[in-house]
């Protein structure tokens, strides 16, 4: 009977290791965290903007007034001789396109070219020969007019995921047209002239036309955010200085046959581009 006893005390301290081991707590491994993807700016696209300019037209277009060979020199009608500088403004919209990359520290060049309408214009007019001192014209004017621009540019800028902060510099074309309009200008530039009658000297007043192109610096900064993979909106600033350049003045008689035109501009404009190929996806974990 002990011999059973034993046996069976035994048996039973055998079991319990192995049942407390079973009992032992058991720990379930965490889920692994879904993998962060990282929004990248490699890629080209294409897209629209529109937006509103200021500029300034300076120009010596008085100086070229003053030596027509009809003009009062005296003090007392220095008001028709200008100057003729004016502000410009209007509404742009357009398009672009272009292609960047992404390197891995952030940064992010890429090229973009643009080509837009413009609206902008203005003009400066004087009284001519101070309001009636037996002239001819009534009045003087200088009308300036941006046509269209179009621009190539490198931008370099820094990512921060969907964000793009970026500045750019490139080169930039401008079509303008300009209007002059004097009393001496003669009939070979299909103005009238001056109109002399039996009583005495008909309005004479005439406009005439040039158009040009020109070639200057462009320089922005932006920030542009991508909503989605392939859609991004942005918002720029665009400074171009066009530079000098000659106009003809269309007064044979004149000692002064061209004179020198500045033009500047400054472009605020919101756009929207769409990606045809996002980047690389990288995930963070």
Not at 100 to 124: D, L, P, R, T
Not at 235 to 241: N, P, S, W
Not at 250 to 279: C, D, M, W
Request: aromatic fraction near 14%; charged fraction near 15%.
């Amino acid at each position: 009977m002990k011999k059973i006893l034993l046996g069976a005390a035994v048996a039973m301290l055998g079991i319990a290791p192995a049942f407390a081991a079973d009992m032992a707590p058991r720990y379930a491994k965490a889920p692994m965290a879904a993998p962060v993807v990282a929004y990248n700016w490699t890629g080209c696209y294409i897209g629209v903007h529109a937006g509103y300019g200021l500029g300034r037209n300076t120009n010596d277009f008085g100086r070229a007034v003053r030596s027509g060979p009809t003009e009062e020199l005296a003090a007392a009608f220095d008001s028709e001789f200008g100057p003729f500088n004016h502000d410009t403004n209007g509404a742009v919209a357009g398009g672009q396109v272009g292609c960047n990359y992404q390197a891995a520290n952030n940064f992010v060049i890429g090229v973009e070219g643009e080509a837009f309408w413009s609206g902008m214009k203005g003009s400066y007019t004087a009284i001519e020969d101070g309001g009636g001192f037996g002239d001819p014209g009534t009045y003087t004017r200088f009308e300036s007019r941006n046509l269209w621009d179009a621009d190539l540019a490198v931008r370099l800028g820094y990512a921060w995921g969907r964000a793009l902060l970026y500045g750019k510099a490139g080169v930039a074309f401008g079509g303008f047209s300009y209007t002059e309009t004097h009393d001496d200008f003669p009939t070979t530039h299909a103005c009238p002239g001056q109109v002399f009658t039996p009583g005495g000297v008909l309005n004479g007043q005439c406009s005439v036309g040039v158009n040009k192109t020109q070639a200057g610096l462009l320089l922005g900064v932006g920030l542009e955010y991508g909503f989605t993979n392939n859609w991004t909106a942005k918002v720029e600033y665009d400074y171009i200085d066009y530079g000098t350049f000659n106009l003809p003045y269309p007064s044979a008689a004149a000692a002064i046959q061209s004179f020198s035109v500045h033009e500047t501009k400054q472009i605020v404009k919101v756009g929207l581009n769409y990606r045809f190929n996002s980047g690389p996806v990288v995930a963070k974990y």
